[in-house]
């Protein structure tokens, strides 16, 4: 099962770097065969969670990406249009004064696919993230960080007249 | 919501004069008169901010242009513009022979009034003229390369003028003249003049674009719109204005819109180059 | 070949701000091509990764529903001018790219 948060792995991470791209098998000694392991700088393809883009509930996809729920906070700053001026092209920034903050997750509830986007955030790194996504319809746009091991999220309905999945 | 705006023009159609100062062809004296309806009506705008249209009117849509311009969408068509332009034809000659400081920071001098042939030329029309001239194949004026060009040739303008010449010869006055009259004149089975949706409707919502006013208009063009997800050309934006209004449009290089990008950058004459613009 | 990447590397006091913009259809696949009627298939940006120092500061897992040509703002603690960002990306068909940037 893929574990998205990684934070408490990170030593492992950094002993392990000098490990060749993809080598996972010389892993499985380690027992880290199941680690999310980006070798080098390489966006490693493996580390994508495939199976929280393909549901259709918040709830579905916190649960693949973290295997957690997610609950209401203040202290999360969700950034988007009151009325989105083209679906293909939403303006989109999260940020929070949660500590400890190791991943964010974008969800766009409406969207065919309600993961819209997910970072990864390392000790160091500050818990933002601006991004431009696409929005099918009017829609409850939600972002969830994760912040010492829990779940916490943010919502905002942002009003869509063009959709921006070809329609 | 299209019908009420139907409606609202039919019923201000008796009333829809132009914006001209006197009788006889004074374009200077239109361009104040111009100017004056805007800033009056938009009295909480500065003039240059007439240039970036909707997104002056609406604080909504302005933040979320903010926040594309720090790193915009159309910024892989300004390079791509910035390649064609530096890169020779067949024979080894280039742009820059053709236009004045290489093609660099001079887009606010276009249209143009060329006396030779007592024709307006715009910088489309510029840039397929050198081409041709040059032994190479004239670009679509609607689609993507045309639109890479002049929206590099654009950008190196950016924060200039708009700085139109109408010299005292009465085939440029009457050029200015007819587009002047195309830009006042209703058409289409809407019924509508350019001045119907950019002049008594600007800054109102048109289903749910908001109209941008006329001044300036030119001074953004070539645009890059989210609806497209690409850079458009001014003659993609003249062609398409009049087939939304179900009237036919004309070929884009024709002369009537030539002459209509003469008078409508006049009006725009003293603001910012804002270009390429970036609209819904 | 030029690279797809674009990058805007700002240290300022004791953090870098990145931006970067891909060039990247994204194309989500529910698309029709207009002249054959057929869906475009899927073509999207998966992972994209930034490392400095020899350590990740970020990682984008993305799916269809980001924008064509995919922009990201992140910010991490570190990074003074001159030092390199390393950018890679990784898209559902396997294609990718990378680009070794200076922070300004």
């Known amino acids: 099962m893929y574990e998205f948060s990684d934070a408490p792995n990170m030593a492992r991470r950094t002993i392990l770097k000098g490990a060749v791209a993809g080598g996972l098998a010389g892993l499985t000694g380690l027992g880290l065969s199941s680690f999310p392991f980006p070798a080098y700088a390489a966006a490693d393809a493996k580390e994508w969670p495939a199976d929280a883009f393909k549901q259709k509930s918040e709830a579905d996809v916190l649960k693949a990406l973290y295997g957690k729920t997610a609950e209401a906070s203040d202290k999360i700053s969700l950034d988007a249009p009151e009325i989105a001026e083209n679906g293909a092209v939403v303006p989109i920034a999260v940020s929070s004064t949660l500590p400890n903050v190791t991943g964010i997750a974008i969800l766009v509830l409406n969207n065919p696919n309600v993961l819209a986007a997910a970072y990864k955030i390392p000790a160091g790194t500050e818990a933002l993230a601006s991004n431009r996504l696409k929005m099918a319809k009017t829609s409850k746009v939600v972002a969830v960080m994760e912040s010492n091991g829990k779940l916490y999220s943010a919502s905002k309905q942002v009003k869509v007249t063009v959709g921006g999945c070809g329609g | ?280 | 070949m030029a690279s797809t990447i674009r990058i805007k590397a700002v240290a300022s006091g004791d953090a870098t701000t990145v931006q970067s913009l891909i060039r990247h259809p994204m194309d989500s696949g529910f698309v029709k091509d207009k002249k054959t009627g057929k869906p475009i298939p899927a073509h999207f940006i998966e992972v994209l990764n930034f490392e400095h120092g020899g350590k990740t500061v970020f990682t984008a897992f993305w799916g269809p529903a980001v924008s064509k040509d995919p922009y990201v703002k992140f910010k991490f603690k570190g990074g003074k001018k001159g030092d390199e960002l390393k950018i890679s990306w990784v898209d559902n068909k396997g294609q990718s790219d990378s680009l070794v940037a200076k922070i300004r």
């Open chain 2, 1 to 280: 919501m299209l019908r009420k705006c139907f409606i609202a023009v039919a019923i201000v159609a008796g009333t829809a004069q132009p914006l001209l100062a006197a009788s006889g062809v004074n374009p200077e004296a239109d361009r104040k008169a111009f100017v004056k309806y805007f800033t009056e009506k938009f009295p909480k705008l500065k003039l240059k901010d007439f240039v970036n249209g909707p997104y002056s009117m609406d604080e909504d849509l302005y933040k979320q242009w903010v926040a594309k311009e720090e790193f915009p969408p159309y910024e892989f068509t300004l390079e791509k513009g910035k390649k064609m332009l530096a890169t020779p034809f067949k024979n080894g000659k280039t742009y820059a022979d053709c236009f004045e400081n290489k093609g660099v920071g001079i887009r606010q001098n276009y249209p143009k009034f060329d006396p030779k042939r007592g024709k307006v030329i715009t910088l489309e029309v510029a840039v397929n003229e050198c081409r041709e001239a040059n032994g190479e194949k004239p670009y679509n004026y609607k689609k993507g390369e045309m639109a890479a060009i002049t929206a590099y040739m654009a950008y190196t303008s950016r924060g200039k003028p708009m700085s139109i010449k109408i010299p005292d010869d009465p085939r440029a006055l009457a050029a200015y003249k007819k587009g002047e009259e195309f830009f006042y004149t209703r058409r289409g089975q809407f019924n509508f003049a350019c001045s119907s949706c950019h002049v008594q409707m600007a800054g109102m919502h048109l289903r749910t674009e908001v109209l941008a006013p006329a001044l300036g208009l030119m001074n953004a063009l070539p645009v890059y719109r989210s609806k497209w997800g690409a850079v458009g050309t001014t003659s993609r934006r003249l062609t398409s204005c009049n087939s939304q209004v179900r009237a036919t449009p004309l070929k884009p290089n024709d002369e009537l819109y030539r002459d209509v990008e003469y008078f409508l950058s006049y009006m725009g004459n003293g603001l910012p180059i804002s270009g390429p613009g970036a609209r819904p």
